[in-house]
């Protein structure tokens, strides 16, 4: 059990990759404190993980929140060995023009905001273990999206803040990593895939884009994820580690 004993701080672990994430964690070994501002999904979420588990309502971009919902987390299990900042959104799907002011402030307080409020609040908890931090970025933080600047945006500010973070707290022994997907199918995928043009072509186009010729779960994220946490990572830091079946060789935009 690759995780055995290990506390994670999972926000946006209810849903989607986070919560592929979740159960992956959990079958290692790990206890996982799952971090949503969807209570529904929360209720669902905990109740299959099971009682070694927990979960805590928060608003990511809220600070007072974050520290609470940290706090909270000590709390219940006496420390924190990770935390994977997951939560994030990709909506509106728009050029930037098009974007309003709230659109991209509700984008980058999620996407980024979030990441910064994670580190204030649990930077001691995680020097204290030697822990770590996986920040969940895309493929596009690399090679851009149309119709989705600001979401690029974000992502590739979590790349280079991801490298930077690295940087300042190897000192403490924190590794420092990110996963980058390119499609993943997961409830926001679906709701994007209604958003576009050519809604009966998207699964084609989606499992077009990626070399190995399909758009995967979110348990293949997870996988990794796991991975990077975990003491066989140990000299892994600064990383940005596409998880994208070959996508990063080059969106393909032909209908073969």
Same mark, same amino acid.
């Given at each position: #059990?690759?995780?055995?004993?290990?506390? &994670?701080?999972?926000?946006?672990?209810?849903?989607? &990759?986070?919560? *592929?994430?979740?159960?992956?964690?959990?079958?290692?070994?790990?206890?996982?404190?799952? =971090?949503?501002?969807?209570?529904?999904?929360?209720?669902?979420?905990?109740?299959?993980?099971?009682?070694?588990?927990?979960?805590?309502?928060?608003?990511?971009?809220?600070?007072?929140?974050?520290?609470?919902?940290?706090?909270?987390?000590?709390?219940?299990?006496?420390? &924190?060995?990770?935390?994977?900042?997951?939560?994030?959104?990709?909506?509106?799907?728009?050029? $930037?023009?098009?974007?309003?002011?709230?659109?991209?402030?509700? $984008?980058?307080?999620?996407?980024?905001?979030?990441?910064?409020?994670?580190?204030?609040?649990?930077?001691?908890?995680?020097?204290?273990? +030697?822990?770590?931090?996986?920040?969940?970025?895309?493929? =596009?933080?690399?090679?851009?999206?149309?119709?989705?600047?600001?979401?690029?945006?974000?992502?590739?500010? =979590?790349?280079?803040?991801?490298?930077? #973070?690295?940087?300042?707290?190897?000192?403490?022994?924190?590794?420092?990593?990110? =996963?980058?997907?390119?499609?993943?199918?997961? +409830?926001? $995928?679906?709701?994007?895939?209604?958003? +576009?043009?050519?809604?009966?072509?998207?699964?084609?186009?989606?499992?077009?884009?990626?070399?190995?010729?399909?758009?995967?779960?979110?348990?293949?994220?997870?996988?990794?994820?796991?991975?990077?946490?975990?003491?066989?990572?140990?000299?892994?830091?600064?990383?940005?580690?596409?998880?994208?079946?070959?996508?990063?060789?080059?969106?393909?935009?032909?209908? *073969?």
């Amino acid at each position: #059990m690759l995780l055995k004993d290990k506390v &994670i701080f999972l926000t946006g672990g209810s849903k989607g &990759i986070g919560f *592929e994430c979740a159960k992956k964690y959990a079958e290692a070994g790990a206890k996982v404190m799952i =971090v949503s501002n969807d209570a529904p999904s929360l209720a669902t979420a905990l109740s299959e993980l099971g009682e070694s588990h927990s979960a805590v309502f928060c608003d990511i971009s809220n600070a007072e929140d974050v520290a609470n919902a940290i706090d909270y987390t000590l709390l219940t299990y006496g420390k &924190i060995d990770v935390i994977h900042n997951n939560a994030g959104i990709a909506h509106p799907s728009k050029p $930037l023009h098009e974007t309003g002011a709230d659109e991209w402030d509700h $984008l980058f307080n999620t996407n980024l905001k979030g990441i910064y409020h994670t580190t204030k609040s649990g930077l001691n908890a995680l020097i204290h273990s +030697q822990g770590c931090i996986l920040n969940t970025s895309s493929l =596009v933080g690399e090679i851009g999206q149309e119709n989705h600047a600001v979401y690029a945006a974000t992502k590739g500010a =979590v790349n280079a803040l991801t490298k930077s #973070m690295a940087l300042d707290y190897a000192r403490h022994k924190i590794r420092v990593n990110a =996963v980058a997907p390119a499609g993943v199918w997961t +409830q926001m $995928l679906e709701d994007w895939g209604r958003e +576009q043009d050519d809604v009966a072509g998207i699964r084609k186009y989606l499992d077009g884009i990626h070399a190995l010729g399909y758009c995967p779960s979110g348990d293949v994220i997870a996988d990794v994820c796991v991975f990077l946490v975990s003491s066989q990572a140990r000299f892994i830091t600064g990383v940005i580690m596409p998880v994208s079946g070959g996508a990063e060789l080059g969106y393909r935009r032909t209908n *073969e």
